[in-house]
């Protein structure tokens, strides 16, 4: 099994997300940067499978050379080869980024060896288009299932088997390999990278990849933080005291 | 102009959001723009609620391979329809579903797609593009853009607001028109295998009241508390992130951005910060209780109610008030303890 694992850069934010003065971009001055949960969910998948089955982990991105930093945390799960494509400092739209991605990885299987599987989060943790993986696996004519909680493989029927939920319940998927499969938060519990993982990152050769890109059709203007409702907090009191003050509130609201 | 909305449905019921769409479709592009497109057995039954809803006219997928939802081939179907129909516009319920079959039929045409809108403008005729604003963040963030392109794919975030069109002349006829894609044999996709339903009981997404627990409760042993209050109020237990990577909690129980979000009439929050990615998960219990020892805690200073203490000493003091009360209201004494 050859897997792409494909991860986007993203601010961290606290409790409250702020803006950099031009509206366009969140500021990460204090909080820097990290992968999305279900993109840390899909690197520990293939590693996990990879361990199972044996074959390799690709990690994927296109950002900014600083991306570089994400590719490493990767590295120090498990990954094998960290591959950037440098698209500079403005915010891709879904369109171009799914491009780049689509490129990169023609000229990753140019050797003539494809991936068995390509892994996307299920939407991405900052511009949440829910479209980037289902482009590239357009543009490379794959089977492609999202929200996926649950993958089973088949490796003699070549098959897998991609469970997630649905309206009041679950449902399984079968796809033929190769297929891309974009996963969500829940699929396995991503494990911390070890101090073993962090040095083998650290000294990894990265890897670029150079595409062309053309904007596509939907243009940011801005980012804006809606109106919040100020709340008044009602204090019920301090520690054990607070029970009675608790339960007046619970008889209130009708649920006692 | 005629836009065209997506109307998801089960068995010609058509879903909340998807009358969203149809609202949404009239308004951008006009009285007797909205034409409705819908998959599978029982479209025709939609009949009389589309056209109250102010429907022009509705098409309808069929194709042996459309009769069980596969996001590929329903994808590349409506990207037909649309290549055939040159719409100004398609407009889905931001669902799960919704936003893949849109990426998917996207992808396909060749065209950009804006997921999540809050707010439409279909503009005037001198500036081809749509400006919309989507939700990012689960809502905590809104990205104003416009949309430029031949025909405008765009999703409604859950829970926007819009007025119905006031339903015209609805004794019309609503004119069916059938459309069967091409799906060439070789077509790589995936194929449903297996559905199940969920056992019933409460459930994170629907209980009425919801207790919660974060890094505060500490371990796993530590949420039994909550779980016994849960129960005394009909209630479900649900976790921030660092409860689930931790192992305390199952992903299911998971409330944000990546777990689940919920609407109760009471969340109650104990050891949980109220960070952006949990409180969007939150923010739209008509209550909250925030129990933490850091009055200073964003979920604190944006709950309805708090209490400052150790979230292990304040519980089952709560536990027991209640248990009080309610021994109290059907007249029995409470249990010694
Ligand atoms: C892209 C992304 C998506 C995310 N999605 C989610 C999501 O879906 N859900 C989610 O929850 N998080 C999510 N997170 C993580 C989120 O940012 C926070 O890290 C997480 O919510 C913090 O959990 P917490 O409040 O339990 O822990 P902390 O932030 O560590 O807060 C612990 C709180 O407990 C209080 N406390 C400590 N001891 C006690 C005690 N004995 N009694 C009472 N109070 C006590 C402290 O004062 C503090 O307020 C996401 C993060 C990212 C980057
Ligand atoms: N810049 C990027 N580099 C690599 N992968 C990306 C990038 N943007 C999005 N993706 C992948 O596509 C998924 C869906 O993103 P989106 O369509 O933005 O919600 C993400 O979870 C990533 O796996």
Redesign the pocket.
């Given at each position: 099994m050859d897997i792409c694992v494909c991860v986007k850069r993203v601010p961290?934010t606290g409790s409250t997300i702020l803006l950099t003065d031009d509206g366009m971009n969140v500021d990460t001055r204090h909080l820097g940067f990290?992968i999305?949960?279900h993109e840390e969910c899909a690197v520990e998948e293939a590693v996990q499978i990879v361990t199972a089955h044996g074959g390799s982990v690709t990690v994927l991105t296109a950002g900014p050379p600083e991306a570089e930093e994400q590719l490493r945390y990767a590295l120090s799960l498990g990954a094998d080869r960290g591959v950037l494509i440098d698209t500079g400092p403005e915010e891709l739209d879904a369109e171009q980024t799914a491009s780049a991605l689509t490129q990169a990885i023609r000229q990753l299987e140019s050797g003539g060896s494809r991936f068995d599987m390509l892994l996307f989060g299920n939407e991405s943790?900052d511009a949440s288009h829910y479209q980037v993986g289902i482009r590239v696996a357009c543009a490379l004519e794959l089977p492609m299932v999202g929200g996926v909680k649950g993958i089973q493989i088949d490796e003699a029927a070549g098959t897998l088997d991609l469970r997630r939920d649905a309206a009041g319940g679950i449902e399984v998927y079968r796809t033929p390999l190769p297929a891309a499969v974009a996963v969500a938060e829940g699929l396995n519990l991503p494990r911390y990278p070890s101090m073993r993982g962090r040095l083998r990152a650290m000294k990894a050769r990265l890897d670029t990849v150079e595409v062309q890109l053309e904007p596509g059709g939907l243009r940011k203007r801005g980012l804006r933080r809606p109106a919040e409702q100020g709340s008044q907090t009602v204090m019920l009191g301090t520690g054990p005291e607070a029970a009675d003050a608790v339960a007046d509130v619970l008889e209130e609201l009708g649920v006692v | 102009m005629t836009v065209l909305a997506i109307v998801e449905h089960d068995g010609g019921v058509p879903t909340a959001g998807s009358l969203q769409a149809v609202a949404v479709a009239a308004q951008v592009g006009g009285t007797g723009s909205a034409e409705a497109v819908a998959f599978g057995p029982g479209a025709e039954l939609l009949r009389p609620r589309l056209v109250t809803a102010g429907v022009a006219r509705l098409h309808v997928l069929e194709h042996d391979l459309l009769d069980d939802y596969s996001p590929e081939t329903w994808g590349e179907s409506l990207a037909q329809l649309v290549g055939q129909l040159r719409p100004d516009g398609v407009v889905a319920a931001g669902t799960d579903r919704g936003n893949e079959l849109m990426a998917q039929a996207a992808a396909r045409a060749g065209l950009p797609f804006a997921a999540n809108c809050v707010a439409v403008d279909g503009g005037t005729g001198t500036s081809p593009a749509w400006q919309l604003t989507r939700a990012r963040v689960g809502g905590l963030l809104y990205e104003d853009a416009d949309l430029t392109a031949s025909v405008k794919m765009l999703s409604l975030a859950a829970g926007v607001e819009v007025a119905t069109a006031p339903s015209a002349a609805d004794s019309h006829e609503l004119p069916v028109e059938v459309f069967t894609p091409e799906l060439p044999a070789d077509f790589a996709y995936s194929r449903v295998v297996e559905r199940a339903g969920h056992t019933t009981g409460v459930t994170l997404a629907t209980a009425p009241v919801v207790v919660s627990g974060?890094?505060?409760v500490?371990s796993a042993e530590g949420f039994a508390p909550l779980e016994e209050l849960a129960e005394l109020v009909g209630g479900a237990v649900g976790c921030?992130?660092?409860?689930t990577n931790n192992g305390w909690r199952p992903h299911s129980d998971?409330?944000?951005?990546?777990?689940t979000r919920i609407a109760p009439d009471l969340y109650i929050a104990?050891?949980?910060?109220g960070?952006t990615?949990?409180w969007v998960?939150c923010m739209n219990a008509k209550a909250i209780l925030a129990?933490?020892?850091?009055p200073e805690?964003p979920m604190v200073t944006r709950a309805t109610y708090a209490v400052i203490g150790?979230?292990?000493d304040v519980l089952p003091a709560v536990i027991a008030a209640v248990r009080r009360r309610a021994g109290a209201s059907t007249g029995r004494r409470p249990a010694l303890t």
């Open positions: 961290g990290t999305g949960p943790a | 974060g890094r505060g500490a921030s992130r660092v409860a998971q409330v944000g951005q990546t777990g104990c050891g949980i910060s960070a990615q949990h998960g129990i933490n020892t850091d805690a150790d979230v292990q």
